[in-house]
């Protein structure tokens, strides 16, 4: 009969083991070990074979105290039973072997039912605690002893069919910034937030008829509740609210809450939760305005919706379902094109066009833009390149390069290949690039762009001034072109300030001699006002909407790629209104930038203000001209009058950062100076003044985050990725560069390499199935030789997502897998899953050998 | 096997509790004794305590004294104990005559096991 459980015995006298054999052997399997070096061999190789060891305590070769010291620190083998024969009545030796870990002991000589009733004892014990706390980590959060997701789903769906009459919210609850927490203040102390939260929930469970509450992962918890009216739901989260403000910790807490209100009691409760989940994603979006939003059935309709575009964007790159269509730029001031911009089109053979404000945020969230942006990029090379075949000498082109293609480490080498493989000049193939991209990730961006310039590549700088820190940008990083959208302007009520706004960037982009493009312009009145800011180059409606390629050629290859205008009397009216004194007057007192003329001689002095600036200023400031220079700190007053000795010398423009007083505030004000003329021996100066004090704010802001991420990198968990297809990596690389330390692998012999350099200190692995030199199962089976490795989950990259290759990646010992192409949401919470609850389950599973 | 049981017997050995603990298995006892007669355990105790090593012989002490009890041999039990007390305490100076009659005692196990060898 097979036994269930193994004694190890462990005695140098080989007729004690064998006495100690025939007393055990009916009842369990035996190995023997002569000495404690051979008891640790056997056990580090097999722990969970072991139920029991009965140990001698005088042996050569590590002996038994030797033992009991590996014994108690060991993780392996830790919570093996341990009984030790001693000889009978010995009793200081009995006392340290309790000390030294041991459950109990046996006296020599043996006493056969004595011994058996023992070993049975401490073998029932030891998995009687095991099952205990294997049921605990199955069912409650180890950190915040509420139930885990598991058990909360659990009992949320008996709590729902018990009550059917009733009505529930379901509430996906997180705390926002919460990895902040973690990098300012610790793990401990973020650790210490969740107990709290916890601890709360724990506390409201009597205030409620029904309710269920549950620790998902990380920082984020659910709710599942009865209620009568909505204001209860909402006096449930301003509760939370308070609790969260209480919380002693020199930080803003906000919690933010997904509500799913249950209309459909036959859904699983993992559905209701993800529903919680996109109604916390949408609140999200909306820029904190409120920290709250419920589900809809709109959402559910957008999921749907972004599910079949993903479904059909392959077949749609391969049966060339994407077409390109171009909308010609023009100079302003002469009517005449000056190039395009490539934009796409999705024509489905079955829903017609799609909108690329449909399917391009889906690409750029799932990654397939990359695809989208090599498309397109080669077909316009191919456009350049059949015009070029035919005669032409053709405008340059632009074309999008999305966030997402900036990862790529090789985007330069990939843009110059197409260029060679067509034959194309550079400079005929635009890229255009976010201003949000050059926020994210500045260094690369930056190393990426002078490439590319350095190639011939032209870039130009799109939506620019969406972001908020875009004059940071422009000191950082070069572009050759900013492309500004109207439409980004006329958001605002007040067109006056967006205009205004527009002539202030038109300007300084011309002391940084930029060339500067408008587009998404609409209208004749907008077309006037941009001629006279001085704007060169627009693309828009009013001008020519994106066509198809024939079109364009049409018109770019005619003589006549003039636009016409419909009247001329857009320069009699700019004159007019620069011809009349009163109306520049009122012009300059209403403008909303913020403008003073100085003059310049022994001292400086104002000779007029706006009412903008009284705005920043106040109206007692220009009072006292003198009073307004000394409210600047020292410091500064040295930058201000440089700024005016260099305007002055140059004849031309300067700038300055100052921090000064208004009344009681201290304000940082951006002054940017242009010469005008000389009157005698004083020189008159026009300055534009900025406030910048918020600017100034969320640069700190940004500093002590960027702080704060740096200085927890190096206490970030690693990540290997083992993939051959580079652009797979980097796909994973972007969506986790942030939380792990990246460390990357061709295929499974590099990984090998690499995780001996990196002396096995890797948290993770992420491993594709198919590659050269080393398959992912082949790496997989030369993982489990190496004990270091012994613990780090190995998540399997996978574009098969059937029930088979589930069982086929846990029966290959992989902790779980991933599919392409790759969902940022999903993978991230498979990676951390794996990390935070599989691992320790799994070590459990093991130790206690009910696997 | 009974000639040998009564001559341990008679000795003053405790038979019936070792085959209790031997659950009866003869043949395995006697196995066992056959062992213990030719264990180097003796010699190692007599050239530790030659040279004074203090802690290896109240080792290869110990280790005979469970291995005794465990037998039953009770006559080499009390003897060894006679080495594993003064040992213990640190204590190696006049312990050749009791290790000596442990060998006597040795000796004659063997004689037993010869005579009445089946």
Avoid at chain 1, 359 to 364: A, D, R, S
Avoid at chain 1, 375 to 400: A, M
Avoid at chain 2, 36 to 44: G, M
Wanted: proline share 3%; glycine share 4%; with cysteine.
């Amino acid at each position: 009969m097979e036994k269930e459980n193994t004694v190890l015995i462990v005695d140098d006298e080989k007729v004690n083991r064998l006495n100690l054999r025939k007393i055990l052997e009916d009842s369990y399997e035996i190995v023997e070990a002569e000495n404690g070096q051979q008891a640790i061999e056997i056990l580090e190789k097999e722990p969970g074979r072991i139920s029991a060891i009965v140990l001698d305590l005088i042996m050569p070769v590590a002996n038994g105290y030797d033992f009991m010291k590996v014994y108690a620190k060991s993780k392996t083998f830790g919570t093996i039973p341990v009984v030790i024969a001693t000889i009978a009545g010995d009793v200081e030796t009995e006392k340290a072997c309790l000390e030294l870990g041991a459950w109990d002991f046996v006296g020599k000589p043996y006493d056969s039912s004595i011994i058996q009733f023992r070993i049975k004892n401490v073998i029932d014990r030891s998995q009687h605690q095991m099952s205990r706390e294997l049921r605990y980590r199955s069912q409650f959060s180890e950190l915040t002893a509420i139930y885990n997701m598991t058990t909360f789903y659990y009992c949320t769906r008996q709590m729902l069919n018990r009550y059917p009459g009733e009505k529930f919210a379901f509430i996906r609850m997180d705390i926002e910034k919460f990895r902040l927490v973690n990098s300012f203040f610790g793990r401990e102390e973020g650790n210490a937030l969740l107990k709290y939260v916890a601890e709360y929930l724990r506390a409201q469970e009597k205030q409620y008829r029904h309710i269920s509450f549950g620790h998902m992962n990380a920082d984020v918890f659910s709710v599942c509740m009865a209620y009568g009216d909505i204001e209860e739901i909402h006096g449930f989260m301003q509760k939370m609210n308070r609790m969260i403000a209480e919380y002693p910790l020199d930080f803003e807490l906000v919690i933010t809450y997904g509500i799913y209100l249950v209309d459909d009691m036959e859904l699983s409760v993992g559905e209701m939760y993800e529903y919680a989940n996109l109604a916390s994603k949408k609140c999200k979006d909306m820029y904190s305005l409120q920290n709250y939003a419920f589900f809809e059935a709109k959402i559910r309709e957008e999921v749907a919706k972004e599910q079949t575009i993903v479904n059909n964007m392959r077949g749609a790159l391969n049966g060339n379902e994407f077409v390109l269509y171009l909308q010609p730029k023009y100079e302003l001031q002469t009517n005449t094109m000056a190039g395009a911009e490539v934009l796409v089109r999705w024509i489905d053979p079955e829903r017609g066009m799609i909108s690329p404000g449909e399917f391009i945020p889906v690409f750029e969230q799932n990654g397939f833009i990359m695809k989208l942006d090599y498309y397109v990029w080669e077909k316009s090379c191919q456009l350049l390149r059949k015009w070029l075949d035919e005669g032409h000498n053709p405008f340059p082109i632009s074309v999008n390069v999305s966030r997402v293609s900036l990862y790529n480490p090789r985007l330069a080498e990939v843009l110059g290949e197409l260029v060679k493989k067509y034959d194309i000049p550079p400079r005929l193939l635009q890229l255009e690039l976010t201003e949000s991209a050059y926020t994210t990730n500045q260094q690369s961006t930056k190393a990426i762009m002078s490439k590319l310039q350095k190639m011939g590549f032209c870039i130009l700088m799109d939506d620019f001034g969406s972001g908020y820190s875009s004059l940071n940008v422009l000191k950082d990083i070069e572009v050759d072109v900013l492309k500004i959208d109207m439409k980004f302007l006329s958001n605002t009520e007040n067109e006056a300030r967006s205009e205004n706004i527009l002539a202030a960037v038109v300007r300084m982009a011309k002391w940084l001699n930029l060339p500067i493009i408008a587009e998404g312009v609409e209208r004749k009145e907008q077309v006037l006002f941009l001629r006279s800011i001085g704007c060169e180059f627009v693309q828009g409606y009013y001008f020519a909407k994106p066509m198809p390629a024939e079109e364009y050629e049409k018109i770019a290859f005619s003589n006549n790629n003039h636009f016409e205008e419909t009247t001329d009397e857009t320069k009699k009216e700019i004159n007019e209104i620069w011809s009349s004194t009163s109306q520049l007057e009122l012009l300059f007192s209403n403008m909303l930038q913020a403008v003073a003329v100085y003059e310049y001689g022994e001292r400086i002095e104002v000779l007029r203000v706006n009412n903008a600036y009284y705005d920043i200023f106040g109206f007692n400031d220009i009072n006292d001209i003198q009073k307004s220079l000394s409210a600047i700190d020292e410091e500064s007053q040295k930058r201000f009058l440089e700024a005016f000795e260099e305007a002055v010398r140059t004849k031309d423009v300067s700038e300055c950062e100052v921090k000064r007083y208004a009344g009681d505030r201290e304000i940082w004000v951006l002054i940017k100076l242009k010469y005008m003329n000389q009157v005698g021996d004083k020189h008159v100066i026009y300055g534009c003044l900025n406030d910048i004090t918020e600017q100034k704010e969320i640069d700190d802001e940004l500093q002590k985050y960027k702080h704060a991420i740096e200085s927890s990198q190096s206490s970030e968990k690693t990540m290997l990725i083992v993939d051959d297809v580079e652009i797979n990596r980097a796909s994973l690389r972007s969506i986790f560069e942030e939380r792990y330390r990246i460390l990357e692998a061709e295929n499974g012999r590099e990984a090998l390499e690499l995780l001996e350099q990196e002396k096995y200190h890797v948290d993770i692995i992420l491993l594709d199935l198919v590659m050269p030199e080393m398959d992912g199962p082949q790496f997989l089976t030369r993982k489990h030789q190496i004990p270091e490795l012994e613990n780090v989950p190995v998540v399997i990259i996978t574009a098969d997502d059937t029930t088979e290759q589930q069982i086929d990646t846990m029966r290959m010992g992989a902790d779980e897998y991933i599919v392409k192409p790759f969902i940022p949401e999903i993978v991230i919470r498979r990676i951390e899953n794996v990390l935070d609850s599989s691992r320790s389950l799994r070590r459990v599973l093991q130790e206690s050998n009910l696997e | 096997m009974s000639k040998l049981f009564e001559a341990l017997d008679n000795w003053g050995c405790d038979v019936k509790g070792a085959m209790e603990r031997f659950l009866d298995d003869e043949e395995l006892y006697v196995t066992c004794l056959e062992t213990v007669i030719t264990d180097d355990a003796f010699e190692k105790l007599g050239v530790a305590l030659e040279q004074k090593q203090i802690q290896a012989a109240f080792d290869y002490a110990h280790t005979l004294k469970g291995v005794f009890a465990n037998l039953g041999l009770t006559p080499m039990f009390l003897l060894v104990e006679e080495l594993v007390e003064p040992l213990r305490a640190g204590n190696g100076e006049n312990l050749e005559t009791a290790y000596e009659k442990l060998l006597e005692a040795n000796e004659y196990l063997k004689q037993i096991l010869g005579k009445t060898a089946c």
